[in-house]
């Protein structure tokens, strides 16, 4: 049997918890990807699509000699799955070192360090530099440790968190590609959840980092600068993301989410969009805009995307006020349901999102939400209104300072992310609502999305 140094690992929910973001992510096959390029064998795997019986992990780790296990806890609620992952290897495996990596790894790197002893180390930020100088600096003790960029580790009781120094730059990203998908071990790669996909989409990210920094986001610029070490946005050079989308559709992804909108300015995107039209790739997208599309990103999208496709727009609240305090792009109701119309004129399938619970949201502004909703319904004949609460995300603006924000969190530590029992338990008030009445809210604007 073939040896291999690195096992990059999903592992979805702890036991008897319901997967709350069933994806795995797509970093995975790219950093997989990245160490195989120089000379580090590497794999992936996904618990939660695997067949039944199809992957023994103990008995593979030690069959092929696996130095180290990757194990992403990149969004809080896929953290206790990373956790309880790491503590049954390393039971089973004592010798096996494990690393944890990902946005909430990295905002807790200390205190997942310090409670689980089952992980040696944390990453922080982006990834496969770190580790393929970890993977070098095996057997040659705590100096060489002391050097590998943006590694959390224990030097005897002590955490070392040394400093995020690599965040991938624009060409350094754009050399990353999809072609780690063939490292995946999982037998069946068909798109379905759990496997890089939600609701059968691959979720695709062109880029990283974020030039805004939304209230409630745990991935905006604040957070990226303090914990990625990322100064600006890194992006894909359109042909390398136009690449990535024709090797995902040779794998049998036809369907790609895009739902990072990181820049302020929509020419990346026609210059995406004019590429693929050249191509004549026509994947099934959906792509989600923080801000608003012009005329002529509708017509782009309209020439460029196969059918089915559609954009999502995030207008968060339906009060202006609101949608001013809480999001990094405003606009206006009117130029929202002025690009509604032009979309509908281009045969552009579009969805808008509201949240209800943001801080300052008073009744009033509630009320505003669902007018609006009934307003798209009443002239747009739109019955594509999506609504959602948002659950506080460590190291997100909000998080950081909820005096300025108004609301009263409930959860500050790890303890407290890994004990959310659903959607609904989100961890936060705001100075005029309380979680349930947030609840109550949202299940009221859900029936007006409805139209009941
Ligand atoms: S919600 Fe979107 S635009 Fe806002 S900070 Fe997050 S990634 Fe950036």
Not at 5 to 12: A, M, N, R, S, T
Not at 55 to 83: D, E, S, Y
Not at 337 to 360: D, E, M, Q, S
């Amino acid at each position: 049997m073939t040896k291999l140094d690195c096992l990059f690992v999903y592992p979805g929910a702890p036991a008897g918890k319901k997967n709350l973001l069933p994806i795995m992510p797509a970093g995975l096959p790219v950093m997989a990807a990245y160490l195989a390029r120089h000379k580090v064998s590497s794999a992936v795997v996904s618990l939660p699509t695997a067949r039944p019986g199809e992957f023994n992990l103990p008995a593979l780790i030690k069959a092929r000699g696996v130095k180290l296990v990757c194990i992403p806890a990149h969004w809080h609620r896929q953290t206790g799955g990373a956790l309880a992952l790491a503590a049954k290897l390393k039971k089973a495996v004592p010798g096996v070192r494990i690393v944890l990596g990902g946005y909430t790894a990295s905002y807790f790197a200390a205190a997942i360090l310090n409670d689980f002893p089952a992980v040696d180390f944390v990453v922080r930020g982006d990834g496969e530099l770190p580790l393929l100088r970890l993977l070098k600096a095996f057997g040659a003790g705590p100096a060489a440790l002391k050097r590998v960029p943006n590694l959390a580790w224990r030097y005897g009781a002590a955490v070392k968190l040394n400093p995020v120094s690599y965040a991938a730059s624009s060409a350094e990203l754009s050399a990353l590609g999809m072609e780690g998908l063939g490292l995946v071990l999982n037998r069946d790669l068909k798109p379905r959840r759990g496997m890089f996909c939600e609701d059968g989409m691959f979720t695709y990210l062109q880029a990283r980092g974020c030039a805004d920094a939304c209230s409630a986001c745990g991935g905006g610029r604040d957070f990226q600068r303090k914990h990625c070490g990322r100064k600006g946005v890194a992006v894909k050079n359109p042909a390398a993301a136009v690449q990535d989308i024709s090797t995902l559709m040779g794998s049998g992804f036809r369907r790609i989410q895009l739902p990072l909108d990181p820049l302020p300015s929509e020419k990346y995107w026609l210059d995406v969009l004019a590429l693929l039209k050249k191509k004549g790739l026509k994947p099934e997208l959906k792509l989600e805009l923080c801000g608003l599309p012009s005329q002529k990103l509708l017509a782009a999208f309209a020439g460029a995307a196969g059918p089915d496709s559609r954009m999502t727009l995030f207008a968060g609240s339906g009060s202006e006020r609101v949608r001013r305090f809480n999001r990094g792009r405003f606009y206006t109701n009117d130029a929202l349901l002025a690009a509604l119309k032009a979309a509908a004129r281009l045969y552009v399938n579009i969805w808008v999102t509201f949240t209800t619970g943001l801080p300052f949201e008073t009744r009033a502004d509630f009320l505003e939400t669902d007018g609006l909703i009934r307003r798209m319904r009443r002239e747009l004949r739109m019955e594509r209104a999506g609504v959602y609460v948002f659950s506080v995300e460590p190291g997100s603006p909000l998080f950081e300072a909820p005096e300025k924000y108004g609301v009263k969190l409930r959860r500050r530590v790890l303890a407290g992310f890994l004990a959310q029992r659903g959607r609904y338990d989100m961890g936060y008030a705001t100075e005029h609502f309380t979680e349930a009445e947030i609840v109550r809210n949202l299940k009221s604007l859900e029936r007006t999305a409805r139209g009941r």
